[in-house]
């Protein structure tokens, strides 16, 4: 399994922005799929986006499309999540996910499909 550590959340106020970071052990260049979800006081943890090593895809699931962009630095072997727009209903604990691709381009907003997890920063939206 892959080491990741989140990084980046905070308070901010509605309408904000936050780059969230995504730091692992393993270059993500390797052949590995992250993604990002999120969750909230007593509800189900949400994916949100994915991005795929080898060829760079991403995916993004309603609730943050046109607001959030996901991106990779293999160089320092981060993954990234930028939040625009921030709203009081972004508030939650943010985590990144990570497992291998296999053959071929994939990824997944499914928790299920993951095996290696951060240990999540928190993310609090307020005036």
């Known amino acids: 399994q892959v080491q990741l550590v989140e990084s980046g959340g905070g308070l901010v106020q509605p309408g904000g922005s936050l780059r969230l970071s995504c730091a692992t052990t393993?270059?993500?260049?390797?052949?590995?799929?992250f993604a990002w979800f999120r969750q909230a006081p007593g509800k189900e943890r949400e994916g949100l986006s994915c991005i795929s090593s080898s060829d760079g895809s991403t995916y993004y699931r309603d609730s943050v499309r046109g607001r959030a962009t996901v991106s990779r630095d293999s160089a320092v072997n981060t993954v990234y999540l930028q939040l625009n727009n921030l709203k009081p209903e972004d508030t939650a604990v943010y985590y990144c996910a990570a497992d291998p691709e296999g053959n071929g381009s994939w990824c997944s907003t499914r928790a299920s499909d993951f095996r290696s997890w951060g240990q999540g920063t928190q993310v609090t939206v307020s005036s």
């Open positions: 393993e270059s993500t260049s390797v052949n590995y799929a």
